[in-house]
């Protein structure tokens, strides 16, 4: 006899008040332990599928509100604010700034809440400090031209299929914003543009590169002497990530060259 086999099917068999075994009670007790066996990891999947929501609103759309992120995710009130104090604890997020809050109608501003340097470090930094050497090295042997040269071919890499715009047609501008952004987006920056006044803005929500571009800026210089030559217009870097800012903002009027 399989003695482990027995030992297996006495722990799940119980007895009735007379002392005999309960064949129903055993299948019960082995149905009830499978299911919790199963639950608990599906428990814990959704958990995290829901915190990586919650963090990519952060990343893109913040600074948001808990009563925003619960109504794009369907969540509750409750469930919204364990995930964001469960960030906040982490260092992934926190509260925004008096200055970064929107005001919407009267009354005190609700509290709005962004992702952190720490929370944009844990999506996808894993070649820094390999990044961070080999830059050292090239400035080493070719000086701040070569850091420069690799900068702007490395963004003409990016946006090198991006057909420049006419700078006296506001539409063409605004649909090559587009664009750039696009090409941005798929190699990983989370960019979008937004109407702002008479203008658009480019916003990258992440940036793969923030923690090289602190200590090489010329990577940011040369986005936006990229922008600049595509747009046809001049543009301006608002904000950074790589200066702790929320996203990498960049402003480009929507104003033909024979307006003023």
Do not use: W
Not at 40 to 59: D, F, H, I, M, W
Not at 93 to 108: E, H, T, Y
Not at 182 to 193: D, H, K, L, Q, R
Not at 203 to 212: F, G, I, L, R
């Amino acid at each position: 006899m399989d003695l482990r086999g027995e030992f297996r099917h006495t722990c799940v068999v119980k007895r009735n008040a007379t002392g005999t075994r309960s064949k129903e009670d055993a299948g019960q007790n082995a149905a009830a332990s499978s299911q919790s066996a199963v639950a608990t990891p599906v428990t814990v999947s959704v958990e995290g599928q829901t915190r990586a929501a919650v963090v990519k609103l952060l990343l893109e759309e913040g600074p948001i509100t808990a009563s925003e992120i619960g109504t794009r995710l369907g969540l509750s009130a409750a469930g919204v604010r364990r995930h964001i104090d469960a960030l906040i604890e982490s260092g992934e997020a926190r509260a925004a700034s008096a200055s970064a809050l929107r005001q919407r109608g009267r009354g005190r501003p609700a509290k709005q809440f962004q992702i952190t340097a720490t929370g944009r470090g844990r999506l996808g930094h894993a070649y820094d400090d390999l990044a961070g050497a080999a830059m050292r090295q090239l400035r080493e042997i070719g000086g701040d031209a070569a850091i420069e040269e690799f900068a702007k071919r490395r963004v003409q890499a990016i946006v090198g299929d991006v057909e420049p715009a006419d700078p006296t047609d506001v539409a063409n501008v605004e649909a090559t914003a587009d664009a750039i952004a696009e090409a941005f987006n798929s190699v990983g920056f989370a960019a979008s543009t937004r109407p702002v006044g008479n203008g658009v803005q480019i916003c990258q929500h992440h940036c793969p590169v923030s923690h090289v571009a602190e200590e090489f800026p010329e990577l940011c210089d040369a986005e936006q002497e990229a922008f600049r030559q595509l747009l046809g217009t001049h543009v301006q870097r608002l904000a950074t990530i790589a200066n702790g800012d929320c996203a990498c903002t960049t402003h480009v009027p929507l104003v033909s060259n024979g307006s003023r």
